[in-house]
């Protein structure tokens, strides 16, 4: 039997999965998703994704789904739902089964809603599986909290609703070389276009360059004492001493160590960053 995943799977967290294993145990199982998050398309402005796209279908790959499709959300908004399930799902996509979560809603203005689907698929012969809510903290898990759990500097929460910690992958550039100075060598890197952007401060984190795996500290913001203004993340790794421009670095935050700050000084700053990195040691190990 074929089966369908449906949902936009921003995160791709613990309850997303769910509806992604439903789907999995079938013969053949595909996740169907707009090419653009649908929230961008209506509102006109980058939509805040907790992973790329890329990282996104790897996601959900690594799930057991067996492919992933691809509709252009503005051939499909002006839809009725009715329209969506019997045009796109039934007759393309040739439906036996179809798998959602609690929540989800379909078709224009988001119209469709579970109840419908049930009607809908009762009335063409195709299975509905529906994931419940899985809850954390009292609440159901969601896309939204685990964004407001980042933006607050409660990664850790956010990464147990993830189900692995929170990253960013991008190139490792050429900064003010203001860390080699004070004796704290840092990987900088920037934070993409409609790339959700934790809480500015320093984070224990996990770093994974090639196929080595180390552990650093990880200072996100803006930098206020030496004046930048461009968010970013300046990472030292412990016990790493290495030229790696134009390589990619994959940042796992692991836990908020304190908010970002203006020193009086550079001194002021080396000493804080001494302190960061005993934090950081004491907090996540050295290995």
Not at 22 to 36: I, T
Not at 68 to 87: I, N, R, S, T, V
Not at 175 to 185: A, E, M, Q, S
Not at 239 to 251: H, L, M, N, T, W
Request: charged fraction near 25%; aromatic fraction near 10%.
């Amino acid at each position: 039997m074929k089966a369908i995943a449906l949902g936009n799977f921003d995160g791709v967290h613990i309850a997303h999965k769910a509806v992604l294993q439903n789907a999995a145990r079938f013969e053949e199982s595909v996740c169907l998703l707009f090419r653009q998050h649908p929230a961008e398309a209506l509102e006109g402005k980058p939509f805040s994704r907790i992973l790329t796209p890329a990282q996104t279908q790897k996601k959900i790959l690594q799930s057991g789904i067996g492919c992933c499709e691809y509709l252009d959300f503005e051939a499909h908004k002006d839809d009725p739902p009715e329209q969506f399930f019997e045009e796109t799902l039934c007759r393309r996509y040739r439906a036996e089964v179809l798998c959602c979560g609690y929540n989800y809603s379909f078709g224009q203005r988001r119209q469709g809603n579970v109840a419908l689907l049930r009607q809908l698929c009762e009335s063409s012969g195709i299975e509905l599986i529906v994931a419940e809510p899985i809850r954390y903290g009292g609440a159901p898990i969601s896309s939204t909290r685990i964004k407001q759990c980042l933006g607050s500097g409660a990664v850790e929460q956010a990464n147990a609703m993830l189900g692995y910690p929170f990253f960013y992958e991008g190139e490792i550039v050429k900064g003010k070389r203001l860390g080699r100075k004070l004796g704290f060598p840092t990987l900088n890197q920037w934070f993409g276009e409609g790339q959700v952007k934790p809480r500015a401060g320093v984070y224990a984190v996990r770093v994974t360059i090639g196929a080595q795996v180390y552990r650093g500290v990880s200072n996100i913001g803006a930098n206020p004492t030496i004046g930048s203004d461009s968010f970013r993340s300046e990472t030292h790794v412990f016990d790493f001493d290495k030229e790696v421009y134009g390589q990619s670095a994959r940042i796992e935050l692991l836990r908020f160590i304190r908010p970002e700050k203006t020193f009086e000084s550079i001194d002021a700053l080396q000493q804080q960053v001494l302190e960061d990195i005993e934090r950081a040691k004491e907090n996540v190990g050295t290995s």
